[in-house]
């Protein structure tokens, strides 16, 4: 064998086991029975020593001084696997270890404290988060800025000053076209109850409608939606409130996209380095584009409702028009994950500030829930009612997703730049989506980027599937106009 293939080898192993690390943490949030959460956090530690051990492994090191890659698919995974080594060998061990073990009892924690409105409650465990994420930071950015290094886990070859420059220049639109919509006259939400029974009916076909293979997977609920794993396993969930069927609806729409992406890799790339998304910000145009640009269009909206009107029956917006209008409502709250499109940014624009801000120490954890009030109020014009609808609603801080957030919003931009050329390549979209066809969509969105996983660079993946290179742009045209049509403005 080759050092390639030896290399290859070893790295399908450590990603076999990544893989194992995964299913513990969705059957935390899923199926794991409470009291067993002292165990799991024990088990997620020693199977992280195991990890970063061979992530480590000077064999490893060996073999990518020796390996010569053999076509442009060897090229990306040495390029993937030598990034990931230089960083996880400044990484020590026993902070490694550490991160595991806390992260299981610290979103414990945050969820105690969520459910309590005690945000006192939740401040030890998250100033333990903070010092362990910024110490590994600083020992990844070698001098450099250590939110950066952060960042670099989830969307690689960006910086956070660029970010900070691209929310600049979208903050004054978002709050102008917000400000102009909220001086509209709002149309009528729907209301009603929906039983969870068939909430969870249509989110599965919705689940097909938009491709997700549920001979590789499968749907629950958690208190925060997510997807997991790749290839051949990929789980999502959605949570159901009985009241508001949108927020299942479009979480598993949502969600869906995360998981065509990952099905949708090219086969022969799976359990190596690039047989995943390329970043969180691709990763999330794909879940964006699924939920707003597709699902919430005008057409898909007429088909969705004709399906909610066979599950409920009638509806208190009799008409598609209305059901559109509602499903894109914009109106005043707190929660991001159940934010409109035009607010959403707004949302991460404001952790990503806060989130900088504790790493790199100029904000101390104790003083960060008025933080959080302040600049919620200035942002949005109205106070926070309670902690679990502001500092308190997001999972990612107690599981140490520091540098995550920014990727939202990332996502959202590559998602302009995909629907301006998907809609242009695709005439007679509306007419597909129209009658709940979305497979021209998501097939083209599989060619153009989800099948090549990680073989190219982000920005490079969206530039490649869109023919230009991404900015703000095309989604915040793309905003304006279908808001403006939508409250007549």
Excluded at 63 to 90: I, Y
Excluded at 127 to 139: S, T, V, Y
Excluded at 225 to 249: K, Q, Y
């Amino acid at each position: 064998m080759t050092a390639y293939q030896d290399l290859m080898a070893f790295a399908r192993q450590t990603e076999a086991l990544a893989q194992v690390s995964g299913r513990l943490g969705w059957d935390q949030q899923t199926m794991m029975p409470r009291g067993a959460n002292a165990q799991r956090s024990e088990e997620m530690s020693a199977l992280e020593e195991v990890l970063h051990a061979r992530r480590t492994d000077p064999r490893l090191g060996d073999l990518l001084d020796q390996a010569e890659a053999p076509d442009e698919v060897g090229a990306a995974n040495l390029r993937e696997l030598r990034r990931d080594f230089a960083r996880n060998t400044k990484v020590p061990a026993r902070l490694a270890s550490e991160l595991a073990r806390i992260t299981p009892l610290a979103q414990t924690a945050w969820e105690e404290a969520r459910l309590a409105g005690d945000v006192s409650a939740f401040l030890p465990w998250l100033k333990q988060m903070i010092a362990l994420r910024r110490e590994e930071g600083q020992a990844i950015a070698g001098g450099g800025d250590p939110y950066d290094a952060l960042m670099e886990d989830y969307e690689p070859q960006t910086s956070s000053d660029t970010v900070a420059a691209t929310f600049a220049r979208m903050r004054p639109r978002l709050v102008a076209l917000r400000e102009a919509i909220l001086g509209a006259d709002t149309p009528p939400a729907l209301t009603g109850h929906f039983a969870q029974e068939g909430q969870m009916r249509i989110s599965r076909r919705l689940a097909e409608h938009f491709g997700y293979d549920f001979t590789r997977g499968r749907i629950d609920l958690a208190v925060h939606p997510f997807s997991s794993g790749s290839g051949d396993d990929v789980r999502i969930t959605t949570r159901v409130a009985v009241e508001d069927p949108f927020n299942c609806l479009y979480s598993t729409i949502h969600e869906v996209g995360h998981a065509a992406y990952e099905q949708g890799v090219d086969a022969t790339f799976a359990l190596t380095p690039i047989g995943r998304g390329v970043s969180m910000g691709v990763h999330e145009s794909q879940s964006r584009i699924y939920e707003n640009q597709l699902g919430r269009s005008r057409a898909f909206c007429g088909w969705l409702h004709g399906a909610m009107e066979q599950e409920f029956g009638a509806l208190s917006v009799a008409d598609a028009d209305g059901f559109y209008a509602a499903a894109n409502r914009v109106n005043k709250g707190y929660i991001r994950t159940e934010a409109d499109e035009v607010q959403y940014n707004l949302h991460i624009m404001l952790r990503f500030d806060l989130e900088r801000a504790l790493i790199r120490g100029s904000l101390d954890a104790d003083d960060l829930e008025e933080a959080w009030n302040t600049r919620f109020e200035a942002d949005f014009g109205y106070p926070v009612d309670k902690p679990a609808n502001g500092v308190l609603q997001d999972v990612h801080w107690s599981v140490g997703l520091f540098g995550y957030f920014p990727t939202y919003a990332l996502g959202n931009i590559y998602a302009g730049c995909l629907y301006q050329t998907l809609h242009a390549d695709l005439p007679d979209l509306d007419a597909q989506l129209a009658v709940g066809d979305t497979s021209a969509a998501t097939g083209w969105l599989n060619t153009r980027l989800q099948k090549f996983g990680a073989l190219h660079g982000p920005r490079q993946t969206i530039a490649n599937a869109c023919g230009f290179d991404p900015d703000e742009e095309p989604l915040m045209s793309y905003l304006e106009a279908k808001f403006s049509q939508l409250y007549k403005l």
